[in-house]
């Protein structure tokens, strides 16, 4: 059925003057708004957050490492290159370990044999003597001029000006030979000497994109030590929340956090289900730092937000969950431990 046309007085020519008055009449643009626009950043970072963890597959190497290639990285030279390869003629082999030695980069140690695990172990208890050694030599020496007074930091940089440290020749992504789950730590310094991780003062230990193929950081370990108000800790799944904007000796935050750096690394873990390293500080009265710090294995992130935190401003919060098969955490024995020595104090 044909439409008939509006009567001649019911069309409105578009004139200038015409256009002017219904523009005057529009509700303003929202986009100066500035609710608007904290709206819409927020919105642009959550998408970010929840990018689809279907990413593609990481790469990084797997590499059969001995506790004599190490040996010979700290000492400043290369093994012969049967030794490195473990006796075999492999040329893919040689060339891949002649690739480890020539710079930093990442990789996963893997194809370690029972004898190595005996091998790890003794090193890294060795590296620890040389520490604690270095380090009590310092603090007998007392105060020196023009610097603070921290002789575990002093033994730190002794060891790594020296070649001493372990594993800084590479970024080993997972498990650290020879560091197993439970062991305990008195210095954040002396989690840098062993390697499992090496900032002594950030949270969040990771490799920087120069060193992924990539381009992108990657998180491979974390110190929680429930600093902040959003830190969450129910031993298998942990809630962590990323460093930066802090006010100084307080938990809460000053400004919205920024998805950079370490955050930015962990977010990189938990896109591409990379596991991350978890260390937990505890308080410990007994300890020259009132700190220990317990390495409780290995971790993947599950969950990547941000949004208002409990100070009102934006923050990182990630999801941990624990890999099974692992030991009994480190510090649910470290806590059993300490009931029962308080337990005994009561009735004694």
């Known amino acids: 059925m044909p439409v008939a046309a509006p009567p001649p007085s019911m069309i409105l020519a578009l004139t200038p003057q015409v256009c002017h008055a219904l523009n005057n009449e529009l509700p303003p643009s ?8 904290h709206c819409l950043r927020h919105a642009q970072l959550q998408l970010k957050a929840l990018a689809a963890p279907s990413a593609p597959p990481f790469s990084h190497r797997l590499l059969p490492l001995c506790p004599q290639q190490v040996q010979a990285e700290q000492q400043g030279h290369q093994l ?47 590296t620890r003597i040389a520490f604690e050694a270095l380090r009590g030599d ?11 007074n921290r ?3 002093r033994a730190y940089h002794k060891m790594l000006s020296t070649g ?23 210095y954040r310094a002396e989690l840098c000497v062993v390697g499992i991780h090496s900032v002594h003062m950030a949270g969040i230990c990771f490799v920087p994109p120069s060193l992924v193929d ?14 902040y108000l959003n830190d969450k800790d129910i031993g298998d799944v942990l809630y962590y929340t990323c460093s930066g904007s802090r006010n100084n000796n307080s938990m ?9 750096g370490g955050n930015l690394a962990l977010h990189n873990s938990y896109k591409y289900s990379v596991e991350v390293r978890v260390i937990r500080g505890h308080d410990y009265n007994h300890s020259p730092t009132g700190k220990v710090y317990i390495y409780d294995g290995l971790y993947r992130v599950i969950e990547s937000t941000f949004g208002p935190g409990k100070s009102g401003h934006d923050v990182c919060k990630f999801k941990l969950l624990r890999l099974p098969g692992q030991k009994e955490l480190g510090s649910k024995r ?8 308080e337990t005994m104090d009561a009735v004694s």
């Open 30 to 37: 929202p986009e100066g708004h500035p609710l608007i626009t």
């Open 80 to 126: 012969p290159e049967e030794q490195a390869t473990g006796g075999g003629s492999n040329s893919n082999a040689s060339s891949s370990k002649r690739r480890a030695r020539s710079g930093p980069e990442m990789v996963r140690v893997a194809h370690i044999s029972p004898i190595d695990q005996i091998n790890y172990r003794t090193l890294v208890r060795r």
């Open 138 to 148: 310092y603090q007998r020496q007392g105060l020196t001029v023009g610097k603070r």
């Open 151 to 153: 002789p575990d930091l």
């Open 164 to 186: 001493q440290c372990l594993h800084r020749g590479i970024r080993i992504v997972g498990d650290i030979p020879g560091v197993l789950v439970g062991d305990a730590f008195f």
């Open 214 to 227: 990539e381009g992108i950081p990657i998180a491979t370990s974390v110190v929680s030590s429930a600093g």
């Open 252 to 260: 809460g935050h000053h400004a919205d956090q920024k998805l950079d």
């Open 334 to 341: 470290w806590h059993t431990a300490q009931q029962l020595k």
